[in-house]
């Protein structure tokens, strides 16, 4: 009984100081959440890619092995703010269904059939929402273990005109004034991926329900935020 009681206590402690302030933000279920540091393979210039070497053909498809610099897709999504501190994944979801459907339901629509509380959002039913509501484009959870695979399909998504969802962790980014502010769990809509010559880095437009709206973030920044997540994964 004691040590259930010291255990109960140090998890109260920890949601207290995490989730304490309601300007605080928790959009995802994270019970796990862990920090994972820096990937080995996080690479410094996008630049060494070489798309005329690395996109292969087979059967008339592309591979999306690596993103070529040629390539600039923008998906017009539409911008809604979470309405509460913990609602970034219906309004994640509601961006995207907008995207597909128009506005046909709302973020209490969305929440309702996520199952939604005030610990946020569980990325499987992220992805269940977005399959549900639309059928244009199947979406599933993908981890997302190094570089190569965040760009990889990113270019996939997009170039399939499909928004997609990234599960981020920007406290690292925010310690060292990369993110506007720190998160352990939250979801943000990625809608471009195109080749910026002059940060010599592949960059997305993003879609950010919390507090920032439109912006842009560099692949590596992205990747950061994603692979710092203990799930390092996206729904696309």
Request: hydrophobic share 35%.
């Amino acid at each position: 009984m004691l040590t259930f009681l010291v255990v109960f206590i140090s998890i109260f402690s920890f949601n207290s100081f995490v989730f304490g302030s309601e300007n605080e933000i928790k959009g995802d279920i994270t019970p796990d959440e862990g920090f994972l540091g820096n990937p080995i393979d996080f690479y410094s210039k996008d630049k060494e890619l070489d798309a005329s070497e690395l996109i292969e053909q087979n059967n008339n498809e592309i591979r999306p092995t690596y993103v070529p610099e040629t390539f600039n897709k923008v998906i017009e999504v539409p911008m809604y703010m979470q309405k509460t501190n913990y609602w970034c994944g219906p309004a994640c979801v509601e961006m995207i269904i907008d995207k597909y459907r128009g506005s046909v339901y709302n973020q209490e629509t969305y929440a309702s059939f996520m199952g939604t509380t005030t610990d946020g959002t569980d990325i499987t039913q992220i992805a269940r929402a977005l399959n549900n509501y639309q059928g244009v484009y199947h979406y599933d959870i993908r981890r997302v273990d190094n570089f190569q695979a965040m760009i990889d399909k990113a270019y996939y998504s997009i170039r399939n005109d499909a928004p997609f969802i990234a599960n981020i962790n920007t406290a690292s980014l925010y310690n060292s004034g990369q993110w506007a502010y720190s998160t352990q769990g939250h979801y943000i809509v990625v809608r471009s991926i195109y080749y910026d010559n002059n940060s010599e880095r592949f960059t997305g437009h993003v879609n950010d329900p919390w507090k920032v709206g439109k912006t842009l973030k560099t692949y590596q920044v992205l990747y950061k935020a994603v692979s710092d997540h203990w799930n390092s994964s996206i729904v696309h």
